[in-house]
């Protein structure tokens, strides 16, 4: 259920029966030749609101608007700093707890986010903010893996282009059709967190904007899965962190 639907009435019954809500995260940044804009934004929200179904959650509006300073040479692009992002992202989590909501329940959707969000969460009561990526719980992840292999890479993954696909239906693939330079291990480890260098640069080393993610192997099927096994594991976990925030 989105909050943006509801009346105040509706958030004033639930808020008094006790309930925690779910905060998607993403970005507006590239996301190569095939993938949409809002990319990460659309699978956080998407994933979300799949899990709400399953355990009658309250999911706010998305955060769409987060660092991304590596993609800025790309058209479309839009950054803030993190201590600008850190700033929202705390008064808006603040806000919803003031409202009387249990605990917030991030559904992340993009690396860069993971720094100012961890700080923001060491101000916050452990059992008040609960921080997920996605594509994090097991289940997810190696699913990630037995479709993609390494070529799920670090930037416009084919996981995240399937689940856009299977909810908004396919772009021409361009350059996507061809496999991008595949990323050694210390490359990973030195950049995990999108931990990537000047625009420009950035730009240079990966003109096409993948980032060792093949995209073009991404289908609408594939998307389906993962947004299913997504949904049941952040559910999951959801709940957990509800009873969790309401001392049960």
């Keep these: 259920m989105k909050l943006a639907q509801m009346t105040w009435y509706d958030v004033d019954g639930r808020i008094a029966e006790g309930a925690a809500i779910m905060l998607p995260v993403g970005s507006t940044e590239q996301h190569g030749p095939m993938g949409r804009i809002g990319t990460d934004t659309i699978c956080a929200e998407a994933v979300a609101l799949a899990a709400a179904e399953i355990c009658d959650a309250i999911v706010a509006p998305p955060l769409a608007y987060t660092p991304a300073p590596f993609n800025t040479a790309f058209p479309g692009t839009v950054s803030v700093s993190a201590d600008a992002f850190r700033t929202l992202a705390e008064e808006v989590i603040t806000a919803l707890v003031a409202q009387g909501f249990s605990g917030v329940f991030v559904v992340n959707g993009h690396g860069a986010n993971l720094e100012p969000l961890n700080l923001v969460a060491g101000a916050v009561a452990p059992e008040k903010l609960r921080i997920r990526s996605w ?81 073009g192997l991404a289908t609408p099927e594939d998307g389906q899965r993962l947004l299913d096994a997504a949904a049941r594991a952040i559910a999951q976990d959801f709940a957990a962190f509800e009873a969790l925030s309401l001392g049960r």
Excluded at 144 to 169: F, N, V
Excluded at 180 to 202: F, T, W
């Design 135 to 215: 594509w994090e719980p097991a289940p997810v992840n190696e699913l990630r893996k037995d479709l993609y292999g390494d070529w799920e890479g670090m930037h416009a993954t084919p996981s995240e282009i399937a689940i856009t696909q299977c909810l908004l239906g396919t772009l021409p693939a361009n350059q996507a059709t061809e496999p991008p330079e595949r990323l050694s291990a210390a490359y990973l480890r030195a950049h995990k967190g999108d931990r990537h260098g000047p625009p420009a640069e950035h730009r240079a080393a990966f003109p096409d904007g993948r980032v060792g993610s093949h995209s």
